[in-house]
């Protein structure tokens, strides 16, 4: 089944939580078509046939050391391919609802969790050629690890980039040469960037769901601010994955611990521990290009930008009172916030039950 994600707070989980709705949807109901019975499933949200399971998905450690082998992080995809090897589909329910989760309430805790992500999904490429596997298995295989590989692609097309222009070399010998080309590179990126957004927004008008989103006003809103957030921190998770990489590939074991789902903010002390390296070294870059050619600072600034701010931004993000604040005017808002289905229901009046023996303690 499809999760939700539900009952956050803060800006940076609120945006996410909005995403998953809006455009979530669609692109559960997309895997559902093409992968059909040799879909994959995230761990905590599957209903299992357990006896084959327990015969078919045992998983041996990758031979060898270094962070591509021992224990297999990302399980969950590999045991949805074993099964499907063993004679079993694995089917996506998008119709299924009532799959709820939490997401990491801040910046930091959400590339602690893509840290393991990332090396999970690195050691599952060691296993493309496993004998037996389906086609489209070793497919999500391959697109799992260029979900974290293309982050460094992209690092290396902005350093490349950057390096041609500063000593005035050009990939075109006359740049008007290609003009049509390099304008549908551009589009073909803008419409990768939004319309997955504008198609979300179209399906949630076209089944009249707006006013569970605060309107037709509230929805556009509410997506311009999550597209805006998604922009200024594309940057800082591009050079997070970069290095994610980098420590998988060169041999570093990680230990994985789960990322905190309370909200709590961000001390400004671990906001700089974390970033602060980052920040300092694109600004020495930056003011070494601003000797050079001051000029490329401006085409650079989209992504210089967000790094330079990366602290400030995580930590405002992650406070509570911006989430609740924006929430009480309109913004960000998901139906189950308007009305919560019975399970949730259930489930936070059994949260506070248990809650009141620790605060009794405390």
């Known amino acids: 089944t499809a999760t939700q994600a539900i009952g956050h707070v803060t800006l940076h989980a609120r945006a996410q939580q909005f995403a998953s709705r809006v455009t979530g949807r669609l692109f559960t109901l997309g895997m559902q078509f093409w992968q059909l019975g040799e879909s994959h499933y995230w761990g905590h ?64 805790a959400e590339l602690t969790r893509d840290r393991r992500w990332c090396q999970g999904n690195l050691q599952n490429a060691r296993l493309m050629a496993e004998p037996g596997l ?13 979900a974290y590989v293309s982050a460094p692609l992209w690092l290396a097309f902005l350093t490349l980039g950057t390096a041609l222009w500063l000593t005035g070399s050009s990939l075109l010998g006359n740049f008007n040469v290609l003009p049509m080309e390099l304008v549908g590179l551009w589009l073909w990126t803008l419409c990768l960037l939004f319309l997955p957004r504008i198609l979300g927004i179209a399906a949630v008008m076209l089944r009249g769901e707006q006013r569970q989103y605060g309107g037709f006003l509230g929805l556009l809103k509410s997506s311009a601010l999550e597209s805006a957030l998604a922009i200024v921190q594309a940057p800082v ?7 994610f990489v980098v420590v998988a590939l060169t041999g570093l074991k990680l230990d994985w611990k789960s990322p905190p ?17 980052m920040s300092l070294v694109v600004m020495a870059l930056a003011l070494g290009i601003a000797l050079i050619d001051p000029s490329a600072l401006i085409w650079l600034m989209p992504v210089g930008l967000p790094l330079l701010l990366a602290i ?23 139906p189950e916030e ?25």
């Open 45 to 108: 949200n599957a209903i299992i046939r357990v006896q084959p399971f327990m015969e078919h998905c045992a998983l041996a450690p990758i031979k060898g050391t270094g962070g591509m082998s021992g224990g297999i992080m990302s399980h969950d995809f590999v045991e949805a391919a074993l099964m499907r090897r063993a004679g079993y589909h694995v089917w996506l329910c998008a119709d299924l609802v009532g799959s709820y989760e939490q997401q990491p309430p801040d910046l930091l």
């Open 134 to 146: 389906h086609s489209v298995h070793r497919a999500m295989f391959v697109t799992g690890t260029m």
């Open 237 to 243: 998770r591009m050079i997070a994955h970069s290095l």
């Open 261 to 277: 789902r309370e909200a709590n903010a961000v001390p400004w002390s671990d906001a700089a521990r974390a970033l602060a390296p």
């Open 312 to 334: 400030p931004l995580t930590v405002l993000t992650s406070q509570i009172g911006m989430g609740t604040t924006l929430r009480d005017r309109g913004f960000l808002l998901i």
């Open 338 to 362: 308007s009305r919560s289905p019975a399970v949730l229901r259930r489930a936070w009046m059994h949260a506070v039950r248990l809650a009141r023996p620790a605060l009794a303690t405390a």
